[in-house]
């Protein structure tokens, strides 16, 4: 990162978290609205990407250690996982609905497709940025 | 004649492209139906595209999450390990 | 509910446990939990036998949405096979995967994701989840073939994910053209659906473009079965692999996706394409046999064994005979049998001496007389010597031919296969070892002389002494296994809509199989290879061996490979 300025340095600053809100609001509302967890995920990633670039690697690795992102990676596929079993356990079958739907109010009704977008919101920024982060690395 | 080959070829991929995209296709589709019909009711999610990959192909997204776990840690692998392991028993 | 679904969900759940190995820096511990899934996978197998065996299917729908709406799960006779096949090169696999310490969990994490996408190739009743587990198949091996970091694998493994990725792109596109004329992505759905319509076989525009969808898949799944033309990146992926990870691709991976695309043939009767399959195979059969004739490398030579054998498999289904699927299964079984072995002993053999080339490495049969015969029994089988499996599947090939021209070729590659394992043979017993060069080596730097082989450790034994017992076992019992084939795959093939009803092969018991006249044909075989072999090694067979060795095609060379290839097909589905 040879040619670094402080507009891009600080406009980077100012954008990444707005690029948070707007992941997490697609996370979340996927059930409701376009989005979901994929996108959202992508767009968080995005996110700590801006910072990697504008800022440095290192600079993020300060903020959020590479090692939680390998952690949040790997528990995430986890709980997916443990979500597929519990519908097994349930006795409906593997990935099946066994939560239960909600009513129509401030709580998301569609609790199972809420939680799912959720945890492959968080697999997909995690390891989207991790990807990032080892090419980054390797440039160095 | 090297370049006239790969035209050929690139010609053969364009009429194959486009002899299969040709022609009349059937615009009805049952499964469509059902899911515009029963998708908020059976999944709860009002936008009918997370009530597919969520809901009905929910084992398909799971398959697309694993793709990107194994390109992440494929990644993190051999990008991490420059060193050459210790015993590498004289492969080339 | 049944626990179809166990047999996916359990690989990943191991291979979840590898990935937390990598995290909690336990690694010892890890990689174990994370084969075990190994062992109730083979009891949930055992367990659901005899309802598969009675003819029936077993079905999960995932998340209980019914087909077509949902994905479902089959575990039909077919699907039975195939999956106590992976299970068993798979226990092979990791068992020797042990062997060495190099491999931490996380090789286990990719292995482990190998096999149930293996599995979910196997399994599932839906052609998108198809492409989905072909991409899994796909992106583990790529790592798995790089896993040693060797120059020679890192390259592999970039030209494997680049062909690779161009076939699946066709996939994707023939999965498209269905979607778009059928409307809906399930196999069972669809047969019905081509069945309505009187099959592709009538001219309408929609069912043109199912020819094209049906070419457009076979390319794409041809490509992952490596038959010619689709064969270039085979070679080097699964010699420059690490040993135990070119034993479970040649073992079972090309065949998963072979059955994949047999299935996809039968569900849009493309019954049109047997002709060309036919040929495809005997074509590749022999040419990948002179290729692999003309090898030095041990692990190449075997690679391309691996190409001429699916050829076998290829043409006994292109037959479409009543014995051919039975046999081209069979041929299928034994080859994942006897070539695991073969690659698990060999690549022993190269870490033990440290010698790729066969014709510099010392034989390693004084050193551990075991892995020696392991080896040997791995070798009489491919080149089909009774009492072993590969005897009698090659004969059942034999039936499923009948007279078919496309059967001499396959004999020729008979004579080529045993010449090419009495060469390669000479790695383990130096009784072949009559070769000219043998005076350039002379014993002062023999590493056996000098005592530099490596020890090969004692728990590779068991895999090698596991697999030669089932080709020994397989061999012994081929008749009334043959019948347990059929018994299993009838049903299944006439669910999925195979054109050609599957005759259950009576077992006629040993003495069906050894009739003198196959004995004779044997033994012409072995003296027409011992010929060639010493043909091979004079100075003008030494030359072109050397030519076609050097036959290394561009990266461009082989994609317009492909587009013949898409040619071909679509030719086929259009005339």
């Given at each position: 990162?040879?040619?670094?300025?402080?507009?891009?340095?600080?406009?980077?600053?100012?954008?990444?978290?707005?690029?948070?809100?707007?992941?997490?609001?697609?996370?979340?509302?996927?059930?409701?609205?376009?989005?979901?967890?994929?996108?959202?995920?992508?767009?968080?990633?995005?996110?700590?990407?801006?910072?990697?670039?504008?800022?440095?690697?290192?600079?993020?690795?300060?903020?959020?250690?590479l090692?939680?992102?390998?952690?949040?990676?790997?528990?995430?596929?986890?709980?997916?996982?443990?979500?597929g079993?519990?519908?097994?356990?349930?006795?409906?079958?593997?990935?099946?609905?066994?939560?239960?739907?909600?009513?129509?109010?401030?709580?998301?009704?569609?609790?199972?497709?809420?939680?799912?977008?959720?945890?492959?919101?968080?697999?997909v920024?995690?390891?989207?940025?991790?990807?990032?982060?080892?090419?980054?690395?390797?440039?160095? | 004649?090297?370049?006239?080959?790969?035209?050929?070829?690139?010609?053969?991929?364009?009429?194959?492209?486009?002899?299969?995209?040709?022609?009349?296709?059937?615009?009805?589709?049952?499964?469509r139906?059902?899911?515009v019909?029963?998708?908020?009711?059976?999944?709860?999610?009002?936008?009918?595209?997370?009530?597919?990959?969520?809901?009905?192909?929910?084992?398909?997204?799971?398959?697309?999450?694993?793709?990107?776990?194994?390109?992440?840690?494929?990644?993190?692998?051999?990008?991490?390990?420059?060193?050459?392991?210790?015993?590498?028993?004289?492969?080339? | 509910?049944?626990?179809?679904?166990?047999?996916?969900?359990?690989p990943?759940?191991?291979?979840?446990?590898?990935?937390?190995?990598?995290?909690?820096?336990?690694?010892?511990?890890?990689?174990?939990?994370?084969?075990?899934?190994?062992?109730?996978?083979?009891?949930?197998?055992?367990?659901?036998?005899?309802?598969?065996?009675?003819?029936?299917?077993?079905?999960?729908?995932?998340?209980?949405?019914p087909?077509?709406?949902?994905?479902?799960?089959?575990?039909?006779?077919?699907?039975?096979?195939?999956?106590?096949?992976?299970?068993?090169?798979?226990?092979?696999?990791?068992?020797?995967?042990?062997?060495r310490?190099?491999?931490?969990?996380?090789?286990?994490?990719?292995?482990?994701?190998?096999?149930?996408?293996?599995?979910?190739?196997?399994?599932?009743?839906d052609?998108?989840?198809?492409?989905?587990?072909?991409?899994?198949?796909?992106?583990?091996?790529?790592?798995?073939?790089?896993?040693?970091?060797?120059?020679?694998?890192?390259?592999?493994s970039?030209?494997?994910?680049?062909?690779?990725?161009?076939?699946?792109?066709?996939?994707?596109?023939?999965?498209?053209?269905?979607?778009?004329?059928?409307g809906?992505?399930?196999?069972?759905?669809?047969?019905?659906?081509?069945?309505?319509?009187?099959?592709?076989?009538?001219?309408?525009?929609?069912?043109?473009?199912?020819?094209?969808?049906?070419?457009?898949l076979?390319?794409g799944i041809?490509?992952?079965?490596?038959?010619?033309?689709?064969?270039?990146?085979?070679?080097?992926?699964?010699?420059?692999?690490?040993?135990?990870?070119?034993?479970?691709?040649?073992?079972?991976?090309?065949?998963?996706?072979?059955?994949?695309?047999?299935?996809?043939?039968?569900?849009?009767s493309?019954?049109?394409?047997?002709?060309?399959?036919?040929?495809?195979?005997?074509?590749?059969?022999?040419?990948?046999?002179?290729?692999a004739?003309?090898?030095?490398?041990?692990?190449?030579?075997?690679?391309?064994?691996?190409?001429?054998?699916?050829?076998?498999?290829?043409?006994?289904?292109?037959?479409?005979?009543?014995?051919?699927?039975?046999?081209?299964?069979?041929?299928?079984?034994?080859?994942?049998?006897?070539k695991?072995?073969?690659?698990?002993?060999?690549?022993?053999?190269?870490?033990?001496?440290?010698?790729?080339?066969?014709f510099?490495?010392?034989?390693?049969?004084?050193?551990?007389?075991?892995?020696?015969?392991?080896?040997?029994?791995?070798?009489?089988?491919?080149s089909?010597?009774?009492?072993?499996?590969?005897?009698?599947?090659?004969?059942?090939?034999?039936?499923?031919?009948?007279?078919?021209?496309?059967?001499?070729l396959?004999?020729?590659?008979?004579?080529?296969?045993?010449?090419?394992?009495?060469?390669?043979?000479?790695?383990?017993?130096?009784?072949?070892?009559?070769?000219p060069?043998?005076?350039?080596?002379?014993?002062?730097?023999?590493?056996?002389?000098?005592?530099?082989?490596?020890?090969?450790?004692?728990?590779i034994?068991?895999?090698?002494?596991?697999?030669?017992?089932?080709c020994?076992?397989?061999?012994?019992?081929?008749?009334?296994?043959?019948?347990?084939?059929?018994?299993?795959?009838?049903?299944?093939?006439?669910?999925?809509?195979?054109?050609?009803?599957?005759?259950?092969?009576?077992?006629?018991?040993?003495?069906?199989?050894?009739?003198?006249?196959?004995?004779?044909?044997?033994?012409?075989?072995?003296?027409?290879?011992?010929?060639?072999?010493?043909?091979?090694?004079?100075?003008?067979?030494?030359?072109?061996?050397?030519?076609?060795?050097?036959?290394?095609?561009?990266?461009?060379?082989?994609?317009?490979?492909?587009?013949v290839?898409?040619?071909?097909?679509?030719?086929?589905?259009?005339?």
């Open positions: 990162m040879r040619h670094k300025t402080d507009i891009l340095d600080v406009a980077a600053r100012k954008l990444a978290p707005y690029m948070f809100v707007f992941g997490l609001y697609l996370v979340t509302y996927g059930d409701l609205s376009p989005g979901g967890g994929f996108q959202g995920g992508v767009v968080i990633a995005s996110g700590i990407i801006l910072l990697a670039i504008a800022k440095s690697v290192d600079a993020v690795e300060e903020l959020i250690p090692r939680r992102f390998a952690v949040a990676e790997t528990t995430t596929f986890g709980l997916l996982l443990a979500v079993i519990g519908g097994i356990v349930a006795g409906a079958g593997f990935l099946a609905d066994f939560i239960g739907r909600g009513a129509i109010g401030p709580l998301p009704a569609a609790r199972f497709v809420y939680a799912l977008n959720i945890l492959i919101g968080a697999k920024a995690a390891g989207a940025s991790l990807i990032c982060m080892h090419l980054f690395g390797e440039e160095r | 004649m090297k370049r006239a080959v790969e035209i050929a070829a690139a010609a053969v991929v364009a009429v194959f492209l486009i002899l299969a995209l040709a022609g009349d296709h059937p615009t009805e589709s049952p499964i139906e059902y899911i019909a029963h998708g908020v009711d059976d999944t709860g999610a009002v936008n009918l595209v997370a009530s597919i990959y969520l809901g009905y192909r929910a084992f398909d997204t799971l398959g697309e999450t694993i793709v990107l776990l194994i390109a992440v840690s494929g990644v993190m692998f051999l990008v991490k390990r420059s060193k050459p392991p210790a015993d590498r028993d004289g492969d080339l | 509910m049944n626990s179809v679904a166990l047999l996916v969900v359990l990943f759940v191991g291979s979840l446990m590898g990935l937390a190995g990598k995290l909690a820096r336990a690694p010892r511990f890890f990689s174990i939990a994370a084969v075990l899934p190994l062992v109730p996978m083979a009891g949930l197998l055992a367990m659901s036998l005899p309802a598969v065996r009675a003819g029936s299917v077993i079905s999960y729908a995932m998340g209980g949405w087909e077509p709406i949902g994905i479902v799960l089959h575990l039909d006779g077919l699907a039975w096979l195939s999956s106590v096949l992976i299970v068993v090169i798979a226990v092979a696999v990791c068992v020797a995967s042990f062997c310490t190099g491999y931490g969990s996380s090789f286990f994490f990719f292995l482990m994701i190998l096999i149930s996408g293996m599995q979910m190739v196997v399994l599932t009743g052609i998108f989840t198809l492409f989905v587990s072909f991409e899994i198949v796909a992106l583990a091996a790529y790592v798995l073939i790089a896993y040693d970091q060797t120059d020679a694998g890192l390259l592999a970039l030209k494997y994910l680049i062909l690779s990725t161009v076939g699946i792109l066709f996939f994707l596109f023939g999965v498209f053209l269905i979607y778009r004329d059928f809906t992505l399930s196999l069972a759905t669809i047969r019905t659906l081509a069945s309505e319509r009187g099959g592709p076989a009538d001219g309408l525009t929609v069912t043109r473009s199912i020819h094209f969808a049906v070419a457009a076979c390319v041809g490509v992952r079965t490596a038959f010619i033309p689709f064969h270039t990146w085979l070679p080097e992926a699964h010699a420059y692999a690490p040993h135990p990870v070119s034993a479970i691709l040649s073992g079972v991976v090309i065949k998963v996706s072979f059955l994949a695309m047999i299935r996809i043939v039968w569900t849009l493309a019954g049109y394409l047997n002709e060309l399959l036919l040929w495809i195979g005997a074509i590749t059969s022999i040419l990948a046999v002179i290729w004739l003309a090898q030095s490398d041990t692990k190449r030579l075997l690679a391309y064994h691996s190409i001429s054998q699916m050829g076998y498999v290829l043409a006994a289904i292109g037959a479409a005979t009543a014995t051919s699927l039975t046999a081209g299964f069979s041929h299928a079984v034994n080859h994942a049998l006897f695991s072995l073969l690659f698990l002993v060999a690549g022993t053999a190269i870490r033990m001496t440290g010698e790729r080339d066969l510099r490495a010392p034989a390693i049969g004084r050193h551990s007389p075991i892995l020696a015969a392991a080896f040997l029994v791995g070798a009489l089988s491919i089909g010597i009774p009492p072993f499996n590969g005897f009698a599947s090659k004969q059942l090939v034999g039936t499923a031919l009948g007279g078919s021209p496309a059967y001499l396959l004999r020729i590659t008979a004579v080529g296969t045993m010449a090419s394992f009495i060469k390669v043979s000479r790695i383990v017993v130096p009784v072949f070892r009559l070769s060069r043998r005076v350039a080596t002379p014993a002062s730097i023999d590493p056996l002389v000098t005592g530099a082989v490596a020890p090969a450790g004692t728990l034994l068991f895999p090698a002494i596991f697999l030669a017992l089932l020994l076992l397989s061999g012994l019992f081929a008749p009334s296994l043959a019948a347990f084939y059929s018994d299993l795959l009838a049903p299944a093939a006439l669910r999925q809509g195979s054109p050609v009803a599957i005759a259950v092969a009576q077992p006629g018991g040993l003495a069906s199989l050894y009739k003198s006249a196959k004995l004779i044909e044997t033994a012409i075989v072995i003296v027409a290879g011992w010929l060639l072999y010493r043909l091979v090694l004079t100075p003008p067979g030494k030359r072109i061996a050397g030519s076609i060795k050097r036959i290394a095609p561009e990266l461009r060379t082989v994609l317009l490979y492909f587009v290839g898409l040619g071909l097909f679509a030719l086929f589905a259009y005339v």
